[in-house]
Nanobody, 125 residues
Framework: QFQLVESGGGSVQTGGSLNLSCTFS???????VGWYRQVQGEEREGVAI???????SYADSVKGRFTISRVNGQKTLNLQMSDLKPEDSAMYYC????????????????????WGKGTLVTVFS
């Protein structure tokens, strides 16, 4: 009943671009939907979040390179990634919480209550 489906992962050269999409089903009037990423053996890292009021926030490591946006009129978020670096390689997860986004949503993975299955991004040097 709560569903997050990611797509768009793949492998690219350093400096290349990739676009991820998340289609979500979330019945709450206020929400925060975004992306986390995780490298095997490491902690989950917030990447970007988008609030139901239309605001977006980014991790410092991707600011200026990644853009999160909502497809107008649809429950779909795009993550436009450019100037990709090897350190961007990770499993990327679409995540959601039934509140408007706060900074904590980008830094505390545990408060996100819904997670997608993930889509793998690999960046080669």
């Amino acid at each position: 009943q709560f569903q997050l489906v990611e797509s768009g992962g793949g492998s690219v050269q350093t400096g290349g671009s990739l676009n991820l999409s998340c289609t979500f089903s979330y019945p709450y009037p206020n929400w925060c939907v975004g992306w986390y990423r995780q490298v095997q053996g490491e902690e989950r890292e917030g990447v970007a979040i988008f609030s139901s009021i239309g605001t977006a926030s980014y991790a410092d490591s991707v600011k200026g390179r990644f853009t999160i946006s909502r497809v107008n009129g649809q429950k779909t978020l795009n993550l436009q990634m450019s100037d990709l670096k090897p350190e961007d390689s990770a499993m990327y997860y679409c995540v959601a919480d039934p509140e408007r986004c706060l900074q904590e949503h980008l830094t505390e993975a545990a408060i996100m209550d819904s997670w997608g299955k993930g889509t793998l991004v690999t960046v080669f040097s």
